[in-house]
Each structure stands twice: as C-alpha cells, then as structure tokens.
C-alpha cells in the first residue's frame, strides 16, 4: 500500500480535511488546482482519537509520515502532510517532530510558519497580486520559476483603508474575510498622514527579550468595534520611515526599518530570532484552529514628529548589551546607469518592470570591522538581500524573503511601498 493511498484513506475517513481546508475561491480570478488557505483549518469536524489510524504504532506512523514529507516537497501535493497532521493528536506530535521550521527546511507548511522566519540559505519566492478596485493585496507563494503566472499558493492578504489622519492596511489569513474581527486577523500596518512613516502591529507580544517602545495610550478612534470573543492586541514589533528624495519620481526612494522583534545579533554567527511566547508554548497544537490569539490589550503607538535617526539611536543606546539592539534593515543603493538612464538594482531575473516601489532591504547594523575570523562569515550574511520587492507587470509584484523576516512581517513591509508618499515624491 502506497504512502498516498494511506493518506487517501484517512483524509477519505475524516471527510477529506485538506480538500476543504485548502480550497479557496477569490474573487476577481479563476480558481485554480493550486489556490489554497492556511486559514479555513478551523472548520474541521471533531475527530475521534480512538480510531484504527490514532492508534498506528509510533514506529511506523514515523516512517510514514517522514517519507510523505520528504516527497511531498512542493504545494499543492504539500496538502497530504498538513492533512496527517489533522487526522489526531499522536499524528499531530508526529508531524511537529518531523516536519521542520521555513528556517531549516526553506518550505511554508502550516500556519504558524507565516510567523516564522525563512530560510538562512536561500529565499523563498513569492507574488503580490493588487486589486485597485478593492484596494486589497494578496499573497501567494510561488509554485513554478515563471513570473507572470496566475495559480499561487495563497498565504495572506491585506486590505487598504483611508483614514482621516492615516491610512491602515489589515493584514488576514483569509482571502476574502479581511476585517479585525475575523479571527483570521494576523497584524496591521499603518501610516501617518504623509505616508513617510509606517508601524507594523502584530496580534501577539513579541519575546520578552526584544527591545520593543514602550506601549502608547490605548485608542480605540481607528478601530471597529469587535466581539469580545476577537482578540484585540495591538503590538509594535517594526517601524518603517521614508526619507525624503530630493530628486522626486525620477530618483529612488530611500527608507529604513527598525525591526523591534529582531535582536541585531540575529545576524550573527549563531544568532537566532527568539519565538513568540504564544508560538512557542501552542506551537502546532493550534495552528490548525487558524492562529488564534488571546485576548490582549491594545497597546498601539501613536506616531510622533521625532525623526527616524532619534528612534534609531534610543534604541541602539537602550543598553550596552549587543543583544538588546533591534536589527535595522535600510534598502540597498541602486547605481546610475549611463546607457539605460535609470537607476539600477540587480533583482536577478525577478523584477521586470522599473518603478520607484521596487527596492531590496540589507542589514544596517554592520559587524565591528577588526573583529575575530568568525564574522567573514557574519560578515556576508549582513552583505545579503534579505528581502526584495519589486513589479513585473500591471498589478503584479514579486516578493522575495529570507531568514530574519517571516512572511507576515515581509508582506506588511511590501505594503508600505504601495502606500502614496506625499513628501518623497
């Protein structure tokens, strides 16, 4: 009996968890064999943990499931290892010892690996989809090297919406639902009213290591009223800052990020980014109830007129300790090119289009030069595009992430460039 005959016959016994799980119709497009949701996991029926399959010695269930993840490696065949990790706890246990983070395997999986950081060597592929009708952007992974294709691996969307003072974009693992008070709902990003500066809110704290501001008063002026079932945590974890370009739409645009969730030595020989309280303690367990978050309060801050290099240097001078330093990421200097009459990034083959949102974030934070023969190594990962975002036709942009960013945190960053910048531009 073949690996996906069993994972047939379980899926068939269970009322076919990743045919429903993974199905998603958006509107505007076709559907496609490809087109799936991280999200839609909580819809599952209850499943009994007396069955013939809950009970498989564990041997066995090991070398079953490690041999369907290692074949399995690309979506949307990827559905049978989340399906096994659906049928019951014991399978679930497995799953989580087998299948390993985007960090050490490069692939996405289960939900909670949006929130993950991606791959140290390499990046992983993705592509924005922008409808201007909607004022909605989506998220899909790349299935196959080509760049002007439709069917993607669907991971996130955003949904744009006008203040009077700001403009905030709600950030959702649902394609369609995208409001605050789904329970799809992963962070937000929001503007002032120039569009210059920028804050990435998550859901849930960050370590209680990282150097995050300290919380703002609480505002309910900009939020929907929501259920109190709805968690409504409101946490600083990035702040975006354009600078301005003196040269308008004919020059490139200049910005910088504080990563406040990061610890500047996350680039460092055996750096590491620290996980979620949340993350850690639930870790698979309640992924496949969508991400849900506990109730917290909202500790939103607001913005100030103090500019980005004071922000940077309180935090740099929060504490003498490396450690405690937030990682800051600045986009990359393009070159003037003399023929072409333009200014130039090498993006690789991923970016077709010339715009001025087109950009690629290296680290600012540079190791002490002098130091010990370790950092050579340290040294080129700060040297590294960590991410890239850039435009490869009408509504279509290619987003490319690596290790220290998620995918959530990458996503929210590339929806700071769609916003209008009225002085840079």
């Known amino acids: 009996m073949s690996f996906r005959s069993i994972v047939r016959d379980v899926r068939d016994s269970f009322g076919s968890l990743s045919r429903r799980s993974f199905d998603v119709r958006l509107s505007g497009h076709q559907r496609g064999k490809s087109h799936g949701s991280?999200?839609?996991?909580s819809d599952q029926p209850v499943v009994v943990q007396n069955s013939c399959w809950a009970n498989l010695p564990p041997?066995?269930?090991?070398?079953?499931?490690?041999?369907?993840?290692?074949?399995?490696?690309?979506?949307?065949?990827?559905?049978?290892?989340?399906?096994?990790?659906?049928?019951?706890?014991?399978?679930?246990?497995?799953?989580?010892?087998?299948?390993?983070?985007?960090?050490?395997?490069?692939?996405?999986?289960?939900?909670?690996?949006?929130k993950q950081p991606g791959p140290r060597d390499g990046m992983i592929q993705c592509f924005i989809k922008r409808d201007k009708s909607n004022l909605t952007y989506h998220l899909f992974l790349c299935l196959s090297p080509a760049l002007l294709v439709e069917n993607g691996k669907f991971l996130l969307s955003a949904k744009r919406t006008r203040r009077t003072t700001c403009t905030e974009y709600v950030i959702s693992m649902n394609a369609e639902n995208i409001?605050?008070?789904?329970?799809?709902?992963?962070?937000?990003?929001?503007?002032?009213?120039?569009?210059?500066?920028?804050?990435?809110?998550?859901?849930?704290?960050?370590?209680?290591?990282?150097?995050?501001?300290?919380?703002?008063?609480?505002?309910?002026?900009?939020?929907?009223?929501?259920?109190?079932?709805?968690?409504?945590?409101?946490?600083?974890?990035?702040?975006?800052?354009?600078?301005?370009?003196?040269l308008g739409t004919r020059g490139p645009r200049k910005m910088n990020c504080v990563m406040h969730s990061i610890p500047a030595s996350a680039l460092d020989v055996g750096g590491s980014v620290p996980g979620q309280p949340e993350l850690l303690s639930r870790s698979l367990e309640d992924s496949f109830r969508s991400i849900s978050f506990s109730k917290l309060l909202d500790h939103s801050?607001?913005?100030?007129?103090?500019?980005?290099?004071?922000?940077?240097?309180?935090?740099?001078?929060?504490?003498?300790?490396?450690?405690?330093?937030?990682?800051?990421?600045?986009?990359?200097?393009p070159r003037w090119h003399e023929q072409l009459q333009c200014w130039c990034l090498n993006f690789r083959g991923r970016v077709t289009v010339a715009s001025v949102k087109n950009f690629q974030l290296i680290?600012?934070?540079?190791?002490?030069?002098?130091?010990?023969?370790?950092?050579?190594?340290s040294q080129s990962d700060h040297d590294k595009v960590i991410l890239q975002f850039g435009k490869i036709g009408k509504d279509m942009f290619t987003m490319d992430y690596r290790y220290p960013l998620s995918a959530v945190q990458a996503f929210a960053i590339c929806l700071s460039s769609f916003d209008t910048k009225l002085a840079c531009e």
Not at 38 to 41: A, G, Q, R, S
Not at 65 to 91: F, G, M, Q, Y
């Open 363 to 377: 680290a600012a934070n540079q190791p002490p030069a002098g130091g010990p023969t370790t950092s050579r190594s």
């Open 38 to 41: 991280f999200h839609d996991l």
């Open 179 to 246: 409001s605050r008070s789904s329970n799809t709902y992963v962070g937000k990003l929001r503007s002032n009213f120039l569009g210059t500066k920028f804050v990435i809110y998550d859901t849930q704290p960050p370590c209680t290591s990282a150097n995050i501001p300290p919380p703002g008063r609480t505002s309910r002026r900009f939020s929907k009223k929501v259920s109190p079932k709805v968690p409504t945590g409101s946490y600083s974890i990035a702040q975006i800052k354009y600078e301005l370009n003196v």
């Open 301 to 333: 801050t607001d913005f100030s007129s103090s500019r980005f290099s004071e922000i940077v240097r309180a935090s740099s001078n929060e504490g003498d300790d490396s450690n405690a330093k937030p990682l800051v990421l600045k986009n990359k200097s």
């Open 59 to 114: 041997e066995l269930l090991f070398d079953v499931i490690r041999r369907l993840e290692e074949s399995e490696n690309t979506w949307p065949a990827r559905k049978h290892v989340v399906a096994c990790a659906s049928v019951c706890r014991s399978w679930r246990i497995m799953c989580q010892e087998i299948v390993r983070s985007p960090e050490v395997c490069g692939k996405l999986t289960f939900p909670v690996s949006l």
